[in-house]
Structures are given as C-alpha cells and as structure tokens.
C-alpha cells in the first residue's frame, strides 16, 4: 500500500517564518541554541570568509560619499565586514553574541562590543545612529520583526540600513544539517521588505546573489575568496539577476536550486 507523503509544512514553504511565534522561554532556548553556533562553525574570527569587494559592489556603493557618525554593527563578529568604510564611520556600536570576536575597533575606528539579548532589544535611544549593518545575522534570530523593528528604532530618519541574507529554508530545519547551526534558515524577500515597510524603511536597492557554484567552484580552484574577487562578483550577480525568476524558499529538486540562494537590501529609514 503507498503512503501519502506528508504536507510540506508552511514553514518550509516560506508561508510563516519559523522562529518569529516563539514565547519568552521558546527565545530563551533559541538564543542558547545560536549564541556560539556560528563561532563554532567558523573558528576563529580571521578564518571567516573575506565579502570585502561584494559588499562594496552590492552595498557600499550605494552610500555614496557620505559619511558617519555612528554605525550599529548587528552580528558584528571580527567587524572584517565592516572594512570598505575605513575612514568613513566615527564609531561602531557592536552586538555579538561570540566573546572571541570582540575587538577595540572595527575599520580603524572605535568599537563598542556588547552582548545581544534574548528578546532582540537594542540598548541605544532613539535615532542614535545614521548606519546600520546585518550581514548572514538575522537568519540565525527567531523574532526577526522584532529585531527589524528595534533597527528602525535605533536609526535616525535618512538612516541607511544594509542587509544580507540567504532567502532560501537552507534544507529542512527540522533535522540536523552539517555545516549549520541548529535553527538557521533562510528569509523569503517578500517577507524581508514587508517587514522593512513595518519597520518605517524604503528599500533603495536589492541584489540577488550568491547562484550555485560561483561561491564552491573558485574555491575548489584554491582561489581566494570568490567574493571579494571583482569578476567573479559581477559574474555571479549577473546570473543571479537571470535566474531570480526560478527562485523559490523551499528547494527540494535540483532544479529549483538553480536560482540565486541570498541577496542584498539596502533600505533607508523614512
């Protein structure tokens, strides 16, 4: 007798985000799960991948000219991110949960480190920054509108905040996956701007990146890093953009693979 296959639950079909229902002691336990997740996956902070020229390319230019007087690094680690602002950012206010990461300055200026908290909230006033970075972070955060809400917060109006994350489940987040932490997933991008547009931001600019192949290939070469390499930056988004149409959150067959696995926002606050 054949069984049915049982319903995709929806969230593997990016319907509800997994995470974002979760009551105080289901956060607490989250937070537990992730707060050194990512450091033990990476080792120590100057093994993580090098995003410098991707970074400029999809985020940084965006910014123009502009300088600022203080940037909210979310997820901070090393704050090797953070590196193309040189000379740019008076100072950095961090939130990384891995004590291994902290560090005196982020791009040659100041930095402050500070502990993340269960609930998201952000120990700044009101408006007491004009920059704003996430980069892979919220993905790893349960209540991410939460965390999206307390960015608009802490962002003075004309803000800018940029963004990068993987927009596909990252496999079924019910079972173990090699190489991930234990609750990560990735965040659909319909949902990402409905909560961008509830947190009081205008997207300005999204890329999609990060196609199957242009990030693993380079490597298996022994290239360096294939995104902070100019070509293979500007070749992967242009594959990206030609195949954003096939993108989808849950991907069980190869050919729903086929399509860009993150992308960029940079949003301003209004």
């Given at each position: 007798?054949?069984?049915?296959?049982?319903?995709?639950?929806?969230?593997?079909?990016?319907?509800?985000?997994?995470?974002?229902?979760?009551?105080?002691?289901?956060?607490?336990?989250?937070?537990?799960d992730e707060q050194e997740g990512y450091a033990r996956i990476v080792g120590p902070?100057?093994?993580?991948e090098a995003y410098g020229h991707a970074n400029r390319f999809h985020a940084f230019r965006f910014l123009g000219e502009r300088?600022?007087?203080?940037?909210?690094?979310?997820?901070?680690?090393?704050?090797?991110?953070?590196?193309?602002?040189?000379?740019?950012?008076?100072r950095f206010v961090a939130i990384e949960p891995g004590r291994g990461f902290w560090r005196p300055t982020i791009a040659g200026a100041p930095a402050d480190y500070r502990a993340p908290t269960?609930?998201?909230?952000?120990?700044l006033p009101d408006g007491a920054c004009d920059l704003a970075g996430s980069f892979g972070v919220l993905h790893h955060i349960a209540n991410v509108p939460d965390?999206?809400?307390?960015?608009?917060?802490?962002l003075k109006p004309s803000g800018v905040l940029i963004l990068r994350e993987p927009i596909a489940s990252l496999g079924?987040?019910?079972?173990?996956?090699?190489?991930?932490?234990?609750?990560?997933?990735?965040?659909?991008?319909?949902?990402?701007?409905r909560m961008l547009a509830e947190a009081g931001f205008s997207v300005v600019a999204r890329r999609?990146?990060?196609f199957p192949g242009t990030r693993e290939l380079p490597a298996r070469l022994g290239l360096a890093s294939a995104w902070d390499n100019r070509w293979i930056v500007r070749l992967d988004y242009w594959i990206s953009r030609l195949t954003a149409w096939n993108a989808r959150y849950w991907r069980p067959r190869l050919r729903d693979k086929l399509a860009p696995r993150s992308a960029y926002w940079v949003a301003i606050r209004t």
């Open positions: 007798m054949s069984r049915t296959a049982p319903p995709v639950p929806d969230t593997l079909l990016g319907k509800r985000l997994h995470g974002a229902d979760l009551d105080a002691a289901g956060l607490a336990a989250w937070f537990a902070a100057d093994g993580a300088q600022f007087e203080c940037c909210l690094a979310l997820g901070a680690a090393s704050g090797r991110e953070y590196a193309p602002l040189a000379g740019r950012v008076r269960p609930d998201g909230r952000i120990d965390v999206m809400a307390e960015l608009g917060r802490v079924d987040f019910r079972v173990a996956r090699p190489g991930l932490t234990r609750n990560e997933r990735g965040i659909p991008p319909a949902m990402m701007e999609y990146v990060n």
